[in-house]
């Protein structure tokens, strides 16, 4: 059987024909049309079925920024998509005469990497996307777990630190205010303003900052390792609430911080693995990083028809 699998992004819709076991048989992209995405992927539907020389296609699934209601197929609101109350499957399902499921992108992405990435060996796992903001999904027996009308799985809005830094939902203290890699560039500039002998001051500026700065430097540079201790300190109070909560078998991290890879996660685990309720003897937690990149979305989505 074959696939569609679409992640709907604010300029660019990208979709791939995907078979059950994870193939990747087409793939193509195409510009966003702002208010009525269902035309966009019924265009791009039709482009994909004729790459694949028309194959039979099972069903569309659909990942899709904002909050999304996946029993009813609608988009309830997405500000970058100019979406309210948004009936995305009934339309989509009107345009090809498919079946749709839809959800959340970091829901998406997150089954993705259950189905065909680094979860894939696994039943129960977490996604944590470590990026401009936190966010990802939740995998519970080989199923999403999307809460009440698809409004739960929120991991970057829970709460580490009571009264902290204010997050960009309203709250203060949020895990995506410390752990998100804006938050760990307003750290690296905090320090490099705090220690104007620092080789991070001397060699970057404000404007050349980004989330792989602190990391660079840390191996030279005692304010850079204070950075990245201080991050690596935030990330593993939220993994470990994420792991005590839920218990999967592993955390799957994505997002650009991710790419530090054993840099990151070396320490990481040792915080991790220290702080975790009952220890690792009984039910240990595997920390990975993140395998299918900007294209767990897609796979993700498809993967909805696949969910055991």
């Avoid at 309720?277 to 595997?286: E, K």
Wanted: proline fraction near 2%.
């Amino acid at each position: 059987m074959f696939y569609i699998g679409i992640d709907v992004g604010g300029t660019t819709v990208k979709g791939a024909v995907i078979d059950e076991s994870g193939g990747m048989i087409a793939e193509d992209s195409v510009p966003t049309v702002m208010g009525d995405v269902a035309q966009s992927i019924a265009t791009l539907t039709r482009g994909l079925i004729a790459k694949c020389g028309g194959a039979q296609i099972a069903g569309i699934g659909i990942g899709c920024a904002g909050m999304i209601d996946s029993r009813e197929g609608k988009v309830v609101f997405a500000g970058n998509l100019d979406l309210k109350d948004y009936p995305l499957s009934e339309r989509v399902t009107r345009e090809t005469g498919l079946p749709v499921k839809i959800t959340n992108d970091a829901n998406a992405a997150a089954l993705g990497e259950a189905k065909f990435g680094a979860g894939k060996h696994f039943k129960d796992s977490i996604l944590v996307t470590l990026g401009t903001g936190v966010g990802g999904g939740i995998v519970i027996d080989g199923k999403l777990y999307e809460g009440f009308k698809s409004a739960g799985a929120e991991i970057g809005h829970m709460v580490i630190e009571r009264g902290g830094d204010l997050c960009t939902c309203g709250r203060r203290g949020c895990f995506e205010a410390y752990s998100s890699a804006t938050a760990l560039i307003r750290r690296t500039k905090w320090a490099m303003e705090e220690d104007a002998g620092s080789k991070m001051w001397t060699s970057c500026t404000s404007d050349t900052v980004s989330g792989k700065t602190a990391f660079g430097f840390m191996d030279s540079d005692y304010s850079a390792k204070q950075v990245v201790d201080w991050y690596i300190d935030r990330l593993a109070c939220g993994l470990v609430n994420l792991a005590n909560i839920f218990r999967p078998q592993v955390i799957m991290l994505g997002g650009g911080v991710s790419n530090e890879g054993e840099r990151l996660l070396v320490p990481l685990r040792q915080k991790f693995e220290k702080q975790l309720f009952g220890g690792t003897g009984h039910a240990p937690v595997a920390l990975k990083i993140a395998s299918l990149g900007n294209r767990a979305g897609v796979y993700g989505a498809a993967a909805l028809f696949l969910e055991d």
